[in-house]
């Protein structure tokens, strides 16, 4: 087992995940926002219903975006998203190759959200055995037919 790996000392990390039972398949995504201490500050997970896995990782991401972004203590800070999904955070890091996806348009948000946090704010890859809390959630949520979520985020 991997563990978690902390963000730089001030700043936030929040790990997110969106697998799929099947291609397309019964899809979730969960989300695990903690602090450089390792403090969990806020989880949820939610079924997003059938999706392909790259879809439903594109909207975990968007979801933690936009929950940082309605919280003001997060304005301005760094956080690290993470999620294990090489091409996932390509298509936000460079914006090309995306082709016709169904959320294309969300994917093209998310650089646009991180400008409101701090400058060392980014999308980065993780291994799938340092994100299984997300992944653990976003499973959850796959196998259920609503959500649940826990903490303010700060």
């Known amino acids: 087992m991997v563990d978690w790996i902390p ?11 969106g697998p799929a039972k099947g291609s397309p398949g019964h899809a979730g995504i969960g989300r695990v926002l903690r602090d450089h ?27 933690a975006c936009s929950l940082c972004m309605s919280r003001p203590t997060f ?9 294990d999904s090489k091409v996932v955070v390509s298509w936000v890091v460079n914006g090309s190759g ?6 294309v348009h969300t994917i ?3 650089p646009n959200h991180l400008r409101s946090f701090g400058q060392a ?3 980065y890859y993780c291994s799938r055995a ?3 809390f ?10 259920g037919d609503g959500e649940g979520e826990r903490g303010g985020g700060g």
């Open 108 to 110: 093209y948000d998310i």
């Open 134 to 143: 997300a992944d653990m959630l976003a499973k959850q949520g796959s196998e």
């Open 37 to 63: 201490n390792g403090k969990v500050l806020y989880i949820a997970f939610a079924n997003v219903g059938i999706e392909e896995a790259v879809t439903a990782k594109i909207l975990a991401i968007a979801k």
């Open 121 to 123: 704010s980014m999308v």
């Open 7 to 17: 963000p730089p000392n001030g700043s936030f990390k929040f790990n997110a995940d």
């Open 130 to 132: 340092s994100n299984s």
């Open 98 to 103: 995306i082709g016709s996806l169904k959320h």
């Open 75 to 83: 304005l301005g800070k760094n956080i690290v998203f993470v999620i």
